[in-house]
Each structure stands twice: as structure tokens, then as C-alpha cells.
């Protein structure tokens, strides 16, 4: 076995421990050291060079990355997990007949997709399940984001909600926090849209806040411009009338004198 | 030679109108190559192909890796760059710079993702403690590249610094070279105030550029570079280093004229010291090339003084021509030789100025040196001979007669030189040359005599035309002569005309032009000689013979126009005044003109407005002011006419100079101010193609709202692209299909003038169309150009030229047509056999110098819109298509060279038979020619159909002929069984040579006489290898006899036994018939 692929194989093995103890400072560590252990082997994506090791390199490589988004959510680092993902993801998309699929992919492609839904980027979520097989839809993970998406849109949030309980893996737990206030925000949002102005009490049940307080505390946080008298929340301020859009007129009068004028022109 | 096709493209920022938008799109845009992923818009440019060469030097690391992508792309490949750019997000600095590689090798396919996180990158180069800033350069740049944003994608390929291969042969790497040579050749050639701060690294790589052109072999690419770039030092160092000098010399000289006039350097320093030339703005490139190659060349060990002189007379550098020639006349015969020649190429260019400080310069240094002489052997005898130094220059001369056989010689040779840069020997040989070579069909003009009608004097009047175009400088007039009866019912302004004839018949015939004249000419005291219409005529006659050449006959013109008070002598006294005094911008005479001027007679004063810009041609003086302040003073339409016309033959050639003035003109309330405005662009931009004046013309020919002015500056396109003939039928072929007349008239006229003698297919094409308008005005606008396209074109080189000849036959025996495309035909026949078919319209020398007489002479033959006697000034254009070998003695003779081509493809073409012109004249009746028509097709049905029993094999048919309508009788057939064409042709000395021809010329190694400098047409030097024998002359000076009164001219129809005989034409071929 090439010294190289050892070297980093042991390498991961130290970090598989130390994340089998929770040490995550040390996984940390030792993960950015197999990253960049990494980047010396040529058969790995971008260049995909046909080495004799190519595939145990593109499994260990594979794993190692795996690792990393799960480690990322683990340390609730979102940053981290969209980096790691997106440096895996060749590994699931352009490696198909070098190495057998993994079983982690699924759940691992799931939890992107929930983290997409936590983060309000719809648009990208449908592409990313554009890129997915069709049967792949069928599996329990995928099915339970797609699931989560369709309650979101439809604005079922109290299924979004209860949702949390039914979990396909231990992981999800993390960004099903997260998505209570992705949920939270859309109402938040319908509110400013749909109302002019709430109850404080009405608003708590609304955004599902158990105290005035921590109604208080996410306004000043997160809508500073919502102001709050007589026991209310007004959303008025927010909603200034846009500037009513003036037709061009003077900008029109002179195509047309042009297009005249050119139409004079022509020879 | 991509580097000199090679010109901006045309600013489309203004707003005229998408029509104008598309004609000047001069280039296509090249079509975006179909593998590139590159948006249209920033097609990488093909024409930098062959620039930046595609070493094969081992790959760079970037590239190496690159190189791994592609090999392995085949198995797998990604399918996104998100890895990578997420990679490039990962604190550590060694994946960060993973990511960079990879991304550097895979940003061609990547570039639309790259491009929204080009920013990160971007923070990348910036970082001061990234230690691969360059390899995020080089990443941004080409990203930068693939969006188009070209500034940005050259300013990080100066970060990327070495890591920009020059070498590179990828699209990225060859648009970005060629960016940054215009960005540097664009700071180099900022004026002296503006902005030169010029950044090192483009420096280095514009460098490093042309150092490795330099390298490879690739000379004409460095040359080129070099003087857009203006690094002299460069140039010179690609010159030196070249394996084949004279090729790069020469090469270099084209670049100098040809694609550097373009770029609108003037040549206002004169004066310039080469040893500083670093130091000083380069706006005088040319003059700065110019005068590199000089030195390159004296420093050569066997100069080449034909160049040399060439180089100086852009130079305008009159003394080094002079001292030049003076040293090579008193060298052996061979230099002798030499100095002919380079002094025949000299009087070709037209540039009467240099000339003349040329001889005056020669006579300066052969009397010193004769004076010096004469001082050493006389010293002692004779104390004063210091004194007659300038003085008197034939003094010395004449003491040296008596004293020594070698100074004979030399002052011999002297005054030879001198009447060769006077332009009296080639004006005489030539006429010599087309007298002898007159080939010209009178039956032509005998059908034209006999199908116009008697009181049509418009059509009367453009017969006397036609025939005097026809024998252009023949002195030819047997016509004349021979109908002068017919001739005498020429009454008024005609008289005028026909007698101004004359003068073309005779044009060159210096010595005895007054005494041909002499009848019709003004007698002093002696009344009712003849009507004020011949006298005028014969003036403006004298002025047509001594065009350009008119020191003897200026004071005899000048005395006329004083002692007359006619209006009409006045008139052709103005005209033959300013055509003798072309261009001397002579005070007296122009005081004599202006009086003319200032009696406000609508006649004269026309005459003398455009006399006065004849006298002042491109002198840009103030009379132009004067003038236009006169223009706009009188009442009389004609006069402003004059003027405006005259106020722009002053600007010619002057482009931006005379920006002030062609802004006032054409501003101007008046339309025929405007009118002459065109005319000033025209002439001031001539032969440029300089893309603000066609922007201008075209705005005007689209906006303007007199029809005057639109047709102008229609044709005045023509005049602006006469360097580019290519050029013009694809400009203006939208104008030809006008809803206005005027418009495609101009059209018509724009394509005949710049690309007369051409016979270019693009051209015909486009006149064809319009021979047959609607209008009849057009009809003779597209006869007259498809003449001048044609002329010397003959049928088997294009079959449409006999279809053209046809047509004009048709037009003018027709009985139906219009007046004026009747003249337009006629006057068509006259410049499609011009000069007796020896003559070509050219307005470029050899030596691509603009032909002032030419131009102008064109340029006044367009007004015969206005009047119709103007229309002889079209004889100033022609030139005679001629090899004329000579000899040391300025003799021509006995010598064959050869021409590498069919003989028919460039022959004379064939005389119209009596039998046409029978033929033509029972047209009329219908019945009978189709009676006749089916007995001849049965008749020949029968003939052949008994050939084919008597032979089984028809007889082949000749290639050429088979294309054409012609049918070979078959009796003549059998008869004379027709032998394949050879395939080249011995040509005698002289020779007719047209321009088509030229590439087949050669010289025979084995003759008697050898070519100094090895041209194709015009004069050539002969060196005789066996100078002891006897030589044989041909061209005697023939036509002075002729021109004798008494003596009869030969009549065209013995032409084919004529005196001279020295062509071996072929036989006329056998009578034919039209079947068409």
C-alpha cells in the first residue's frame, strides 16, 4: 500500500478517535491536517488522474469528508458545513462507477437540504433535488426534507414544528432547531405584510414566544424598525409607502423623435 | 500581412441610424469560434494568430496540470467548480492555493461559476501575505477575459506577471497580447501634453513580445509591431537581425506608406535629429522610420539608391536626392543608369515642388564642382572666377566643354536628368509610345457619327468628346479631319468644346502645342479671326496639352487673358491659366485670375473660381478665405459654384488641416457651399479611407436636403477610397439602391472612381443594375463608371466587358433613348478606349504616391454635371499603360522581354468589323433581321450537320472564346484549324503593359539588355551588355512629323501594317456574328 495512503489513513484514524471522544477541538485539528494531506493526491477531484490507488484514495477522501460535515454540524458551524458539503459533493456526483456509492450519502444530502430550508434558500434547494435520482426521493431522509419543504411552503408550520419529533437521524436534530426560527421569521414577515398592527399578546402566540420579553428581544434584533406602544406592535413604519413608479414620458417622446427621425434617414 | 490590413474600426457611437451604423461596419465581426465559451462580443481576435508564436516550449507549471485535466478529462471530469471555490474559503493558506491551481486550470470550462465568486479572488491578489498573488491574478484575469471585461482582464495579467505566457497559444493568452500592444501603441502615440505614464509591466510584455517575434524568425511581425508600437529601436534591431534585408526594407517602406499614413501622422517636423529620438514624441513615426531605414540603408554595403530616394522625397529632403544623383552621374554608365531611373521614379510621383528644388540643387553642386575645377586650373590666371559660382550655371559648364571629354559627359548626363525630373522625357516618350501604339476603332465613332442625330447637340458635342478621349494624347485627329463638315455644325459653347478637344488629342505635345492651336487662337489686332467661342476653346486647349508642365505657356495665356473682354476667351482663358499653373500658387497670375473674378460675370467668374483653386491646389492658403467671403457676396449661382469648387482643390490633401474650413463650408445656409464642402472632404482626405471623413460623407449623404449635396457626398466617397477599391462597392452598394436618383448616381460615380482600371468583379456587379435605372441621368452616371471600371479590361478577361460594349451599342443607335444616357454612352465608348486603348485611369503611382493631376483632374471631370466642357479634364487621370525600355542615351531600344500569359487575355480588343456596323443599321427594320437571323441558323444548321458527316470529330472549340457569345464561322474553321493559344508572348520594347498584366512581366536572362531595377511598366533603364555593336532604335520621334499639318495621319484601320510595326499581334480573327 502506497506509504502516502497509509500515512493519511492513520491519520484518520486519530481523528475518528478523537471524535469517537468528543474531542473537537482535536478533530478539528486533525481534520484541516487531512485536508490538506489530501490535496497531494492526483487522483482526486478536480484531476481525477487514474492512479493505482484511485479508488481506496477516493473512498478515504470521501470518508474524511463525510466526517467533516458531520463534524461541522456538530459544532454548529454552518460555514464549515456548506464548505465541507461542497468539496464531497463531487465525490457523490462525478465519481459514480470508480467507487461504490456510500451509505452515508443520502442522509448526508438530506441534511443539506434541511440546511438549505433552515436558511431560507429555497431556490437552491429545488436545484439540489433537481440533481438527485429519482428514486433516491423514496429514501426516508430525502423524503422527510422534501416533506419539511412542502409544510414550509404551504405555511403548515405546526407540521413543520412537530416534525422535529420524527428525525430519520440523529443529525437532523441540529437544523430542525435552527428551522423553528427560519419558521419564525416567515411569519414574522407574513405579519408585517398581513397586518398593520398586533396585540403584543397576539404577536407572542404568533411567533410562538412563551414571553413578552423574548418578544421584545428578537423585535430589537431582528426588526428594529417594528415599533411597540399602547401594548401593541405596529408594523406601519416598515411598510412606507414605495415611491409610486412615474412613467417616462420625456424618455419616450424622445425614442419616438428618434425613431422618426431615423426613419427620415433611411436611404 | 495581417499587420497591415489591420485598421480601427469605425467609431459607431453617434446616432445616425442603424442604416449607417451597418455600411460602416467596414469589417464583419469574425464569427465567434464555436468551441470557445466565449460571449460573442469579445471574439479572440484570429487576426493575432500568427503574432504571438505558439512556441513549443515545456509547459509551465499552471500548465502542467492543466495539461493532466485535459489528458484525463476523457474518463472522468468534474462537474462543477463549487468544490473548488468552497476549498478556496478554508482558512488554511495550502488549500487556498490548491484550489487556486486547480481553478487555473479549469476556469476555461468554469469561468460563469468562478465568476460570481471572481471577488474572492480578487481579495486574494490583494492580500499582501498571500504568497501566490500572481496565480490569483492570472485566475481573476482570465476569468475577467471570459466575461469580456478586457481592461480588467489585462490589468490582472500585468499582476499575474510571469506567469502570463507571451508564448501561449490559447485565445485567452493571444487577445490579451494583442490588448495590450493597442493599449501601449495607444499610450506611445498620445500627444506630447497628455498623459504618457506608461506601466513597466505592459512595457515588459510588449517587450518581451517582440523580443521573442525576433527570436523565432518572425521579421515582419516584430517590424510591424514595432512601428505600431513606435519602438524604433526595436525596428532597427528587427531589420539588422533579418537574413533577407532587402525584403525587410522593402516590406518595412510599405508599412511606412501604406499603414502609417492611416494613422493620421502628420509631417510637420521636418526637421529631426535621429540620435535623440527617445526623448521626443513620436508623432512623426513616418519620418521617423523613413529616416531609420535611410540609415540602415547607407550603412548597407551596396545601397539601394532607388529606395533611398524614394524614402527622401517623403522625406522632402531635396539636397541628399540631389548630391545623390549628382554623385552617381559622375560614376560609371551603370550608376548613370541608375540615376535615370531613380529620377524617371521620382517624376513619376507628380511632386513638382521637390522636383524642381531637386534640379535647382543638381545645378548647384555640378557648378561648384566645375567651379572648384576651373578655380584649380585657373587660379593663377583667372582671380575672379569665384565670383561667377551661382551666378551663372551655364558659364562653368561651358569652360568645361573645352577643357575635358569626362566633364562633357557629365554635363550631358546632367541636362538629361534634369529633363527627365522636369518631366519632358517621359512626357515626350509617352506620346511617342501612344502615338506609335494608337489603336483606337474609328468605326466607333463613325457608328456613333451616323446613329446621333444631326440636331441633337448634346449628343453632337459628346461625340467630339469621345473621340478626343479616345485619342488622348495620340495627336491622332484623323476623325476630325475627316468630317469636318460634320464637325462645323459645333456652334456656341460646342465650338467651344470641340476646339478645347484639340487639346486633349494633343495633350504633351509641348513643343508644338501653340503652333496645333495656332489657327483658332485669339490674334492680337487681327478681328474676326474666329468666334470668342474657339478662341476660348483653344486657351483652355493649350492649358489641357501643357497640364502641369506649363512654364512655356503661362505668359502667353496670361497675356490673353488680359488683352480679351470676352467673357467667353476669359473662360477658357481662366481654365487653360490654372491647368498650365497647376498647383504654383503664382501671385501674378492669381492677381490676373481674381480681376477676372471680381467683373461678377457669371461666365468667367465660374472659370475663375475654379482656375484660382487649380493655381492654389494644396496650398491651403488664405485666398481660400477670400474666396469663400466672395462666394458669399455674389448673386450669381455659378460663380459660388466655381468658387467652392476652387475653395476645395485648395484643401487637397491636408486632412485635418483643413478641418476649420470644411466645417464652415459645410455649415453653410447655402447648398452649393455645402456642395463644395463635399468636394473638400473629399479632396483633403483623399485616398485615406480615414474613417471620420466617410462617417461625415455618409451623414451627409443621408441628411443633407439638397439633392446636390447628397450626390456629392455620395461620390465623394469614391474619392476617399481610392486606396481600397475593395472597399467601395461594399460601402456604398446600400446607396445604390436609393429611393433618390441622386443618391445612386453618386453611388454609381463613388465606384467608378475608386475603382477605375480596375475591373474589379464587385464593382461591375454593382454598376450593372443600374446601367439600366429608371432614371436617365443614373443610366449615365453607371455607363460613364462602368467605363471607367473597365477601361483596358478586355473580353476574354471578362465576359461582361463585351456585353457592356454591346450595350453601349444598343443605347446609342437606339432611337427611343433618353438624351442623357445616349451622352452617357457615348462618352462611355470614348474612356472605355481611351487614349487610343493604351492609357489606364490611375490615381496611385507605382510607388503609392497619390497622382495630384490625377485626382484633381478627376475631381473637375465630375462637374460635367454642370457643364459639360469640363468633362475633358477626365484626360489629366489617364496614364499610359507602358513598359518603355531605355538606354543610356534616353533611346529605346530593340528588346523583348516576356509575359507569362495567354496572349488574348490581355490583347487589344478586337476592332469592330464593317460588317457590325452594316448589321447594325438595318436594325431598324424587324422583319428582316429575323428573317435574315432564321436563314443563317438554318443555313448553319445545314452547314454543320454536312461537317458532321464529312468529319466526325467537330472541331474544338477555344476555351476562351467558348465562353464568350462569339461563334467561329464554320467554313473560317475549317479552314484555318485552330491551333492552341500559347501560354506566354514575346512583348517589343515599347510595350503596351496593362496594370492586370503586370504580374506576368519577366525579363529574358539571355538578352542583349538587362533591366536596371526590375518593374513591370513604366520606364525602365536598360544596362546593354554588348555596348560595341550597333543598336537598333524603334520610336523615333514620330509624332512630329505628324503634327505637321500636311501630313496625313495613319487612319486606325491600318493600324494592324501602321509604320511602326512593331507589335506581333495576331491576326484579326475571322468575321463572327452575335447570336445573342
Known amino acids: 500500500m502506497d506509504p502516502k495512503l497509509t500515512e493519511v489513513a492513520q491519520l484518520f484514524a486519530r481523528f475518528k478517535a478523537a471524535y469517537a471522544r468528543n474531542d473537537l477541538d482535536a478533530c478539528v485539528t486533525l481534520l484541516s491536517q487531512l485536508k490538506v494531506q489530501l490535496t497531494k493526491f492526483p487522483s482526486l477531484p478536480p484531476l481525477f488522474q487514474q492512479t493505482p490507488n484511485a479508488v481506496e484514495e477516493l473512498k478515504l477522501a470521501r470518508d474524511i469528508y463525510e466526517h467533516a460535515v458531520v463534524l461541522s454540524v456538530k459544532l454548529e458551524d454552518q460555514d464549515a458545513f456548506e464548505r465541507d458539503f461542497c468539496q464531497l459533493k463531487p465525490y457523490y456526483m462525478d465519481t459514480c462507477g470508480i467507487i461504490p456509492p456510500s451509505p452515508e450519502e443520502y442522509p448526508i444530502l438530506g441534511l443539506n437540504l434541511l440546511r438549505l430550508l433552515v436558511q431560507n434558500r429555497i431556490a437552491e434547494f429545488h436545484t439540489e433535488l433537481e440533481l438527485l435520482p429519482v428514486k433516491a426521493l423514496d429514501h426516508p431522509c430525502i423524503k422527510h426534507a422534501v416533506e419539511l419543504e412542502q409544510s414550509f411552503m404551504e405555511g403548515a408550520y405546526n407540521r413543520v414544528l412537530s416534525a422535529r419529533q420524527a428525525v430519520p437521524h440523529e443529525t437532523y436534530v441540529y437544523f430542525m432547531d435552527l428551522l423553528a426560527k427560519t419558521v419564525r421569521d416567515e411569519i414574522a414577515g407574513c405579519s408585517e405584510k398581513g397586518y398593520d398592527s398586533l396585540s403584543i399578546s397576539d404577536a407572542k402566540q404568533m411567533l410562538m414566544f412563551s414571553s413578552d420579553q423574548e418578544l421584545h428581544q428578537y423585535i430589537t434584533e431582528e426588526h428594529p424598525e417594528w415599533e411597540i406602544k399602547n401594548g401593541s406592535v405596529f408594523f406601519q413604519k416598515a411598510k412606507e409607502s414605495q415611491p409610486c413608479k412615474e412613467i417616462p414620458s420625456l424618455q419616450l417622446i424622445n425614442q419616438t423623435l428618434s425613431y422618426a427621425r431615423e426613419l427620415e434617414r433611411i436611404v | ?351 513638382q515642388a521637390f522636383l524642381l528644388n531637386v534640379r535647382n540643387h543638381l545645378d548647384a553642386l555640378s557648378s561648384a564642382r566645375s567651379d572648384a575645377d576651373s578655380r584649380a586650373t585657373n587660379a593663377a590666371t583667372e582671380p575672379s572666377g569665384d565670383v561667377q559660382m551661382g551666378d551663372d550655371v551655364n558659364m562653368p559648364n561651358g569652360t568645361a566643354l573645352t577643357v575635358d571629354p569626362v566633364k562633357v559627359a557629365h554635363a550631358d548626363r546632367l541636362t538629361k536628368i534634369k529633363n527627365i525630373l522636369s518631366g519632358e522625357t517621359s512626357i515626350q516618350l509617352t506620346l511617342q509610345f501612344l502615338y506609335s501604339h494608337n489603336r483606337s476603332d474609328l468605326l466607333i465613332l463613325k457608328t456613333i457619327k451616323q446613329a446621333v442625330e444631326m440636331r441633337n447637340s448634346v449628343c453632337h458635342s459628346a461625340t467630339i468628346c469621345s473621340n478626343a478621349i479616345m485619342h488622348a494624347g495620340t495627336t491622332v485627329d484623323t476623325f476630325l479631319r475627316e468630317n469636318l463638315e460634320w464637325l462645323g455644325r459645333a456652334t456656341n459653347w460646342s465650338k467651344f468644346s470641340a476646339t478645347a478637344g484639340l487639346g486633349v488629342i494633343h495633350r504633351g505635345h509641348l513643343q508644338q502645342g501653340r503652333a496645333l492651336m495656332a489657327p483658332y487662337l485669339p490674334q492680337n489686332g487681327a478681328v474676326g479671326s474666329a468666334s470668342p467661342y474657339s478662341e476660348g476653346g483653344a486657351l483652355y486647349a493649350l492649358g489641357l496639352i501643357h497640364a502641369n508642365h506649363g512654364e512655356g505657356i503661362k505668359e ?206 464587385e464593382a461591375i456587379s454593382l454598376l450593372e443594375p443600374l446601367t439600366s435605372d429608371v432614371v436617365d441621368f443614373v443610366r449615365q452616371g453607371a455607363l460613364i463608371a462602368m467605363a471607367m471600371v473597365m477601361i483596358q479590361i478586355n473580353e476574354p478577361y471578362d465576359s461582361r466587358v463585351g456585353a457592356f460594349r454591346r450595350k453601349l451599342e444598343k443605347i446609342i443607335l437606339d432611337k427611343h433613348e433618353d438624351t442623357m444616357s445616349k451622352m452617357g454612352a457615348i462618352l462611355a465608348s470614348g474612356i472605355l478606349d481611351a487614349g487610343g486603348r493604351n492609357v489606364t485611369i490611375k490615381l496611385k503611382s507605382k510607388s503609392k504616391h497619390d497622382r495630384l493631376t490625377a485626382v484633381i483632374g478627376l475631381a473637375v471631370f465630375t462637374q460635367f454635371w454642370y457643364w459639360y466642357p469640363l468633362t475633358y479634364f477626365i484626360s489629366l487621370a489617364f496614364s499610359p499603360t507602358a513598359l518603355i525600355g531605355l538606354n543610356s542615351d534616353l533611346k529605346v531600344p530593340k528588346f523583348e522581354f516576356l509575359s507569362n500569359a495567354k496572349p488574348s487575355l490581355f490583347d487589344y480588343p478586337k476592332p469592330t468589323t464593317q460588317q457590325t456596323a452594316t448589321a447594325s443599321v438595318k436594325v431598324p427594320t424587324a422583319i428582316l433581321s429575323t428573317y435574315a437571323k432564321a436563314k443563317s441558323r438554318a443555313k448553319k444548321d445545314a452547314e454543320s450537320k454536312a461537317k458532321e458527316k464529312a468529319e466526325v470529330a467537330p472541331p474544338p472549340s477555344e476555351d476562351t472564346s467558348a465562353s464568350t457569345s462569339m461563334q467561329v464561322d464554320g467554313a473560317a474553321a475549317e479552314k484555318k484549324a485552330p491551333e492552341p493559344e500559347p501560354q506566354f508572348q514575346l512583348l517589343t520594347n515599347p510595350a503596351r503593359v496593362i496594370p492586370a498584366q503586370e504580374k506576368f512581366i519577366k525579363f529574358l536572362d539571355d538578352s542583349r ?65 452575335y447570336t445573342s
Open chain 2, 1009 to 1073: 539588355y538587362q533591366p536596371v531595377k526590375t518593374v513591370p511598366s513604366g520606364f525602365v533603364l536598360l544596362r546593354d551588355l554588348k555596348p560595341t555593336e550597333a543598336e537598333e532604335l524603334v520610336l523615333t520621334d514620330a509624332p512630329s512629323t505628324a503634327a505637321g499639318t500636311n501630313a496625313p495621319a495613319p487612319s486606325a484601320s491600318e493600324q494592324g501594317s501602321g509604320a511602326m510595326a512593331v507589335d506581333e499581334e495576331p491576326q484579326p480573327p475571322p468575321a463572327f456574328e
Open chain 2, 556 to 761: 502667353f495665356l496670361r497675356e490673353s487673358l488680359r488683352n480679351t473682354s470676352s467673357e467667353v476667351v476669359q473662360h477658357g482663358a481662366c481654365l487653360g491659366l490654372g491647368l498650365a499653373a497647376l498647383g504654383t500658387a503664382d501671385e501674378e497670375i492669381c492677381e490676373d485670375i481674381k480681376n477676372v473674378l471680381y467683373t461678377d460675370s457669371a461666365v468667367a467668374g465660374e472659370a475663375a473660381g475654379i482656375g484660382m483653386g487649380l493655381l492654389m491646389v494644396g496650398t491651403a492658403s488664405e485666398k481660400a478665405t477670400e474666396m469663400l467671403a466672395y462666394a458669399h457676396d455674389t448673386q450669381h449661382e455659378k460663380i459660388i459654384r466655381g468658387l467652392s469648387l476652387g475653395i476645395a482643390l485648395t484643401v487637397y490633401g491636408r486632412e485635418e488641416e483643413a478641418d476649420t474650413l470644411i466645417e464652415q463650408m459645410t455649415r453653410d445656409q447655402d447648398p452649393i457651399l455645402r456642395y463644395g464642402g463635399m468636394y473638400a472632404l473629399a479632396l483633403a482626405y483623399r485616398g485615406t479611407a480615414n474613417n471620420k471623413a466617410i462617417h461625415q460623407l455618409l451623414h451627409f449623404a443621408v441628411s443633407d436636403v439638397s439633392d446636390d449635396v447628397r450626390r456629392t457626398a455620395v461620390l465623394a466617397l469614391g474619392f476617399v477610397l481610392y486606396n481600397e477599391p475593395e472597399q467601395t462597392p461594399r460601402i456604398v452598394s446600400l446607396l445604390s439602391e436609393s429611393y433618390n436618383p441622386h443618391v445612386r448616381y453618386g453611388a454609381a460615380l463613388a465606384v467608378g472612381i475608386s475603382c477605375a482600371g480596375t475591373g474589379l468583379s
Open chain 2, 1 to 351: 500581412m495581417p499587420y497591415i490590413s489591420r485598421r480601427p474600426p469605425p467609431s459607431l457611437s453617434t446616432l445616425d441610424g442603424k442604416r449607417i451604423r451597418d455600411l460602416l461596419l467596414l469589417q464583419a465581426s469574425p464569427a465567434a469560434k464555436a468551441h470557445a465559451p466565449t460571449p460573442p462580443e469579445i471574439p479572440p481576435p484570429p487576426r493575432r494568430a500568427r503574432r504571438g508564436a505558439p512556441g513549443k516550449e515545456p509547459p509551465k507549471a499552471a500548465d502542467r496540470s492543466a495539461l493532466a485535466a485535459h489528458m484525463a478529462a476523457a474518463a472522468v471530469m468534474v462537474s462543477s467548480a463549487g468544490s473548488l471555490l468552497a476549498m478556496l474559503q478554508e482558512p488554511a493558506p495550502e488549500l487556498k492555493l490548491h484550489a487556486l491551481a486547480s481553478l487555473n486550470s479549469l476556469v476555461h470550462a468554469f469561468w460563469h461559476e468562478i465568476s460570481t465568486s471572481v471577488s474572492s479572488i480578487e481579495s486574494l491578489y490583494e492580500d499582501e501575505e498571500f504568497d501566490q498573488r500572481q496565480l490569483a491574478a492570472l485566475v481573476a484575469s482570465k476569468v475577467f477575459f471570459y466575461l469580456g471585461e478586457l481592461n480588467d482582464a489585462l490589468s490582472y495579467a500585468l499582476g499575474a506577471g510571469a506567469l502570463f505566457d507571451v508564448s501561449d497559444d490559447s485565445d485567452y493568452a493571444q487577445t490579451l497580447l494583442a490588448k495590450a500592444l493597442d493599449e501601449y501603441a495607444a499610450i506611445q502615440s498620445r500627444a506630447a501634453g497628455e498623459d504618457k505614464t506608461m506601466d513597466p509591466r505592459l512595457e515588459a510584455i510588449v517587450e518581451r513580445m517582440l523580443d521573442k517575434c525576433i527570436r523565432d524568425g518572425k521579421y515582419q511581425q516584430a517590424m510591424g509591431m514595432a512601428v505600431e508600437c513606435r519602438r524604433l529601436d526595436k525596428l532597427e534591431g528587427a531589420i539588422s537581425q533579418c537574413d533577407n534585408l532587402h525584403g525587410a526594407l522593402s516590406y518595412c517602406i510599405n508599412l511606412s506608406h501604406q499603414y502609417v499614413s492611416h494613422r493620421e501622422y502628420r509631417l510637420e517636423v521636418r526637421t529631426f535629429n535621429l540620435d535623440d529620438w527617445d526623448y521626443k514624441p513620436c508623432h512623426t513615426i513616418q519620418l521617423l522610420i523613413l529616416q531609420c531605414l535611410v540609415k540602415i540603408y547607407q550603412t548597407s554595403p551596396n545601397p539601394d539608391y532607388l529606395s533611398i530616394c524614394q524614402c527622401l522625397m517623403f522625406l522632402d529632403e531635396p539636397e541628399t536626392v540631389a548630391s545623390i544623383l549628382d554623385k552617381l552621374i559622375s560614376g560609371s554608365n551603370d550608376d548613370a543608369l541608375l540615376a535615370y531611373q531613380t529620377a524617371f521614379d521620382l517624376a513619376e510621383n507628380e511632386n
